[in-house]
């Protein structure tokens, strides 16, 4: 039986085009689906949009769109960011989907309201339509959100209340006992110190005539269900009979909607904890939050146009630490594009292909040598290092491992000469040197499997001749 895997990234937001944070998200995800499918497991990996809410609507009255078309259009410029990052989702909800995801969001309400969590309440609060949730002033700066520099709506509505409050002390107890697990610790941390002050039960629903898109409450027509109540309920529409999630991956801005509400819902429903979520932070530009009135939001197409889809790939995990934030720049491009790929991975390869083909190399047979003995030391050190930064979430430092595989063999190569050989005289020689070589570049493109799976399909092809045989026996 092959173990269930069930990761998930969060939704997107359809107020605008996808930028380079979604698909930080979205390559993560996808590596660790990747991971794991190919360790063995019966892996469902799942993303998609979350379409309704103010935020969606007011973006599309500003298009003089309505907001399903509006919605719809920018839900399609995820999908297809999903297929350009060669992401291996196994399927994309959208929140608007009136079969998959509608019936299950009532029944949640359903299910929340028969356990006593629901009830109508006299409210009076600040919703910031960015956050798409009610603050309080201590998130404000300035009479201002602080993350969206936004002045809040003063709403007083009558509105329907889930009550949060009746599960802060188990919500607090599984994330200290590690039952969801918060990666990382820092962010564990922060929501152990927010839940210490005491969790305040959550506005549920809208009225209708102050927001009509969206999902109306069952039983009563004139309330909007909270938009985020709708969302993460995706997670159970979207994938049906896989709950729990073994990982969820979210950003740093929405961790008390996954951490402290979400856990609250599952109780409530007598559902599952997810096990994982793991928290990544955001990408800066040169320094720069990245927003729209900076202008200086980056389109991970033109990006994936310019350089191709495992060239973004490799960056934003090799350059963007995993769970900080980190700074993206043309120039810091170009720089990991030119010495690691075209110079470091690209040259070798090129160099080992080239050199067989040139000395015959062909279907070695290959004698385990001292020097065979230390590729082989070398290569099961890389294994080591790069699973055990998998297991830790350290993307960054898998790829490190692989790259000091590829100095190891750039190393080698300079001190054998393999160039110089006489394929006449030396086959004892080419044997061993180019049997070596050829072993840890094939070694290298398994590695590189998760990460950058169409350059690894490409090395991995180059190994074998016309008559697709490989150019060396995968060792043992
Ligand atoms: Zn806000």
């Given at each position: 039986m092959k173990k269930k895997f069930y990761i998930t990234t969060s939704i997107a937001y359809t107020n605008m085009l996808p930028h380079l944070g979604f698909a930080l998200e979205l390559i993560q995800a996808d590596v660790l689906a990747r991971y794991h499918r190919i360790s063995g497991d019966d892996v469902f990996f799942l993303t998609g949009t979350d379409e309704h809410g103010k935020k969606v609507a007011e973006a599309a009255r500003k298009e003089n769109k309505s907001p399903l078309e509006f919605s719809s259009q920018i839900a399609a410029r995820f999908r297809k960011l999903a297929e350009t990052l060669n992401a291996s989702n196994d399927s994309f909800i959208r929140?608007?989907?009136?079969?998959?995801?509608w019936p299950v969001v009532k029944r949640v309400w359903a299910g929340l309201r028969r356990r006593g969590d629901i009830y109508k309440k006299e409210y009076k609060g600040l919703y910031c339509v960015g956050c798409e949730a009610f603050i309080t002033?201590?998130?404000?700066?300035e009479g201002k959100?602080?993350?969206?520099y936004k002045e809040p709506e003063k709403v007083e509505e009558e509105n329907y209340f889930f009550r949060l409050s009746r599960y802060s002390k188990e919500i607090e107890k599984s994330i200290k006992k590690n039952k969801?697990?918060?990666?990382p610790e820092s962010r564990k941390n922060e929501m152990l110190s927010f839940i210490r002050q005491g969790l305040k039960d959550v506005s549920f629903s809208r009225p209708r005539k102050n927001l009509k898109w969206g999902i109306s409450v069952p039983n009563d027509d004139n309330q909007t269900i909270y938009c985020w109540a709708d969302a993460l309920t995706n997670y159970l529409s979207g994938a049906?009979?896989?709950?729990?999630?073994?990982i969820q991956c979210i950003g740093k801005d929405i961790q008390k909607f996954h951490c402290l509400i979400w856990p609250g819902m599952l109780f409530s429903l007598g559902l599952e904890l997810p096990k994982i979520i793991f928290v990544h932070g955001f990408i800066t530009i040169g320094g720069q939050k990245m927003s729209k009135s900076l202008g200086n939001i980056i389109d991970p197409f033109n990006l994936v146009e310019k350089y191709g889809t495992d060239s973004v790939r490799y960056f934003l995990l090799r350059e963007i630490p995993p769970t900080e934030d980190g700074d993206f720049t043309y120039e810091k491009f170009e720089a990991r594009y030119n010495s690691?790929?075209?110079?470091g991975l690209g040259n070798l390869t090129a160099r080992v292909v080239t050199l067989a083909k040139k000395l015959k190399a062909q279907g070695l047979k290959r004698k385990i040598t001292a020097q065979n003995l230390k590729f082989k030391r070398a290569t099961n050190k890389t294994w080591k290092n790069y699973h055990k930064a998998l297991r830790e979430f350290k993307f960054n430092e898998a790829l490190i491992a692989i790259w000091e595989l590829i100095s190891f063999c750039d190393r080698y190569i300079e001190k054998e000469?393999?160039?110089?050989?006489d394929s006449a005289q030396d086959k004892e020689k080419i044997n061993e040197v180019i049997g070596n070589l050829l072993f840890a570049v094939n070694e290298i493109a398994e590695l590189l499997k998760p990460f950058m799976p169409g350059t690894s399909a490409k090395i991995l092809k180059q190994l074998?001749?016309?008559?697709?045989?490989?150019?060396f026996p995968r060792l043992k």
């Open positions: 929140t608007t989907d009136k079969k998959r995801h002033e201590k998130d404000l700066k959100c602080a993350i969206h969801i697990k918060i990666i049906p009979g896989r709950w729990p999630a073994d690691d790929l075209a110079k000469r393999p160039w110089s050989f074998k001749t016309k008559e697709n045989q490989p150019l």
